[in-house]
Nanobody, 127 residues
Framework: VQLVESGGGAVQAGGSLRLTCTASGNRDSNQCMAWFRQAPGKKREGVAASYTGGGGAYYAGSVRGRFTISHDNANKNTVYLQMDSLKPEDTAMYFC?????????????????????WGQGTQVTVS
């Protein structure tokens, strides 16, 4: 499975960005997809996760109410992260991840090691 992210960039505080991640080579409809981020000198942290087949999403407290994860209606292996009301502390490299459900979304979001597939990342800078 290959994951490719796009949509990162530089934006002023209060602005919005939408990240896109497309997974290729995935034949399993029972998958989870998520967004993580990592700032320089910090650990990778989970931002948002959802099931490709639908059934809910989970967000980190720091982004809840500002970020929205969703899947493309035509291609469930494409996941978006709509980021609104961006803050300077949202500055980080954002990574897409996918894998089979091995726990609740909340648990999986706290444990990057549970995710099998990773993209290369896309930089988001908020000033």
């Amino acid at each position: 499975v290959q994951l490719v992210e796009s949509g990162g960039g530089a934006v002023q505080a209060g602005g919005s960005l939408r990240l896109t991640c497309t997974a290729s080579g995935n034949r399993d409809s029972n998958q989870c997809m998520a967004w993580f981020r990592q700032a320089p000198g910090k650990k990778r942290e989970g931002v948002a996760a959802s099931y490709t087949g639908g059934g809910g999403a989970y967000y980190a407290g720091s982004v809840r109410g500002r970020f929205t994860i969703s899947h493309d209606n035509a291609n469930k292996n494409t996941v978006y992260l709509q980021m609104d009301s961006l803050k300077p502390e949202d500055t980080a490299m954002y990574f897409c991840a996918s894998g089979p459900p091995t726990g609740t979304l909340a648990t999986m979001l706290r444990k990057p090691q549970l995710w099998l597939n990773w993209g290369q990342g896309t930089q988001v800078t908020v000033s």
